[in-house]
């Protein structure tokens, strides 16, 4: 009766987590996020194949962005100290060997959006891949 029990909460636990991640995976992206009002820094440029990814910015997103070394994306002042115009950053997270993420981080309230869980091979797939979301929500809307 008592393993039974664990066994019971242990799923019940597991599917909370699994419905949890698939909610979050589809809300990542800030309600107020709107890339024609802002400039979209990119933190790092890839060194994996960054051919891809100018391809993709120039080919398909219309919006203005910039490309940043990180550390200035966490000042507030300085070239980017108009959080308004430039309150998004996408930044790399959890890159490693195998496995790279793309985040996106407001500037203003210094929250991270780093829940696009998702692993690709290169940063430069993390970052077309979080890019497309940012256009399908601005379809979207």
């Known amino acids: 009766m008592k393993r039974r029990m664990i066994?019971?909460?242990?799923?019940?636990?597991?599917?909370?987590?699994?419905?949890?991640?698939?909610?979050a995976q589809k809300r990542w992206i800030p309600e107020d996020l709107?890339?024609?009002k802002i400039i979209l820094l990119i933190g790092g440029k890839p060194t994996d194949d960054g051919v891809e990814l100018d391809d993709f910015l120039k080919d398909k997103y219309p919006y203005k962005f910039e490309w940043s070394p990180?550390?200035?994306?966490?000042?507030?002042?300085?070239?980017?100290?108009?959080?308004?115009?430039?309150?998004?950053?996408?930044?790399?997270?959890?890159?490693?060997?195998?496995e790279s993420h793309a985040s996106l981080y407001d500037r203003k309230t210094g929250k991270y959006y780093a829940l696009y869980s998702r692993s690709y091979r290169s940063l430069t797939k993390a970052y077309i891949a979080a890019l497309k979301e940012i256009l399908k929500k601005k379809e979207s809307t």
Do not use: C, N
């Open 70 to 98: 990180p550390d200035p994306i966490f000042k507030k002042d300085g070239k980017y100290a108009d959080l308004e115009l430039y309150r998004y950053a996408l930044l790399p997270t959890g890159s490693s060997y195998s």
């Open 34 to 36: 709107d890339p024609a």
């Open 7 to 23: 066994k019971r909460l242990f799923f019940i636990s597991i599917m909370t987590l699994f419905v949890s991640a698939i909610y």
